[in-house]
């Protein structure tokens, strides 16, 4: 549910039992999307909203060793966009919050070896420590992506 990334205070924070369910009460830890929601809800009742809790959101620190030993579970973007469109035509979801993910779980070190034989790459275990800038790393693709567009006539 995206607690504010912190390294000391993520020790500290007190998880919620899976299964989840949209109508648990709020965790006692600082969360993005509880002050998101705070923060609209002050323009009610002339604007309306819903919150959409997604899985796992992804910045430049793709590997992490809580996530690359431990079950992850993901949303799928179509899959949020429509409960994006439902919520927004559905008048009980005004002011509402939903959770959103597919429901199945994985572990990224088994998905990172599927995917490396999947597109024919060599699969690299990660290793305490290293991080990997995925931001950096693709600013040097600029070759790759001009072929992809030239390729594909985008």
């Not at 992490?64 to 973007?77: L, S």
């Not at 931001?135 to 992506?145: F, I, N, P």
């Amino acid at each position: 549910m995206g607690p504010i990334f912190d390294p000391v205070l993520s020790k500290q924070l007190a998880p919620h039992e899976p299964p989840f369910h949209d109508s648990m009460p709020r965790l006692p830890n600082p969360n993005f999307y509880y002050a998101l929601e705070n923060f609209v809800a002050t323009y009610t009742p002339s604007v309306t909203y819903s919150a959409h809790r997604s899985s796992i959101i992804y910045s430049r620190r793709v590997y992490q060793e809580d996530t690359w030993e431990h079950f992850c579970h993901m949303t799928d973007a179509g899959v949020l966009a429509e409960q994006h469109v439902w919520a927004a035509v559905t008048d009980v979801a005004k002011n509402e919050a939903f959770n959103c993910t597919n429901g199945d779980v994985f572990m990224w070190k088994r998905m990172w070896k599927v995917m490396s034989e999947d597109f024919d790459v060599e699969y690299v275990e990660y290793k305490e420590g290293e991080e990997f800038d995925i931001e950096e790393w693709m600013s040097k693709k600029g070759g790759a992506w001009d072929e992809i567009v030239e390729r594909n006539g985008l």
